[in-house]
């Protein structure tokens, strides 16, 4: 069975690609006081204020036919951001040698965060090189991941 997220990835992708650009990633956080549903884009150009706008508007009327949400929630589009956040295999793919923080669902060799290099993706595993060790990461066991920037 699809995640929540995966669910709104395979409804808005289509949508957001009419717009001319890229669906980075949607994230559905419940906690708290209120639902928050946060959907990135990204274009080759960046991404503008008018870009965010203009997906806003058509997500919000595609959520008022599809009603995949029980009960409020607010809709937040932005860029990924320099810290931008990873989510699938050719994610990390792309983001080959960069520095990246891992949060795993549960713990691995005795923890749950690993911050290193991105080395390879072999078959489903994320290959990151900590402190000159590497961990191949199966993609499944990722909770969260994002590009640590380097100034």
């Avoid at 669910?7 to 708290?32: N, S």
């Avoid at 203009?54 to 810290?83: C, F, H, N, W």
């Avoid at 199966?138 to 969260?144: A, D």
Wanted: net charge negative; glycine share 6%.
């Amino acid at each position: 069975m699809a995640s929540k997220e995966e669910q709104l990835v395979a409804l808005f992708a289509p949508t957001v690609e009419a717009l001319e650009c890229e669906l980075w990633g949607v994230e559905y956080i419940t906690g708290g006081p209120q639902k928050i549903l946060r959907v990135y884009i990204d274009t080759d150009e960046g991404v503008s204020l008018e870009d965010c706008e203009k997906v806003s508007r058509q997500l919000s009327a595609l959520m008022d036919v599809e009603d995949p949400i029980a009960g409020e929630y607010t809709l937040e589009v932005s860029s990924p951001g320099m810290d931008r956040p990873l989510f699938t295999l050719e994610q990390f793919r792309r983001f080959i040698g960069h520095v990246a923080a891992v949060k795993l669902r549960i713990a691995f060799d005795g923890r749950r965060k690993f911050k290193g290099s991105i080395n390879a993706i072999e078959d489903s595993d994320v290959v990151l090189v900590v402190d000159n060790e590497e961990y191949l990461l199966p993609i499944e066991s990722i909770e969260k991941a994002n590009i640590v920037p380097q100034f």
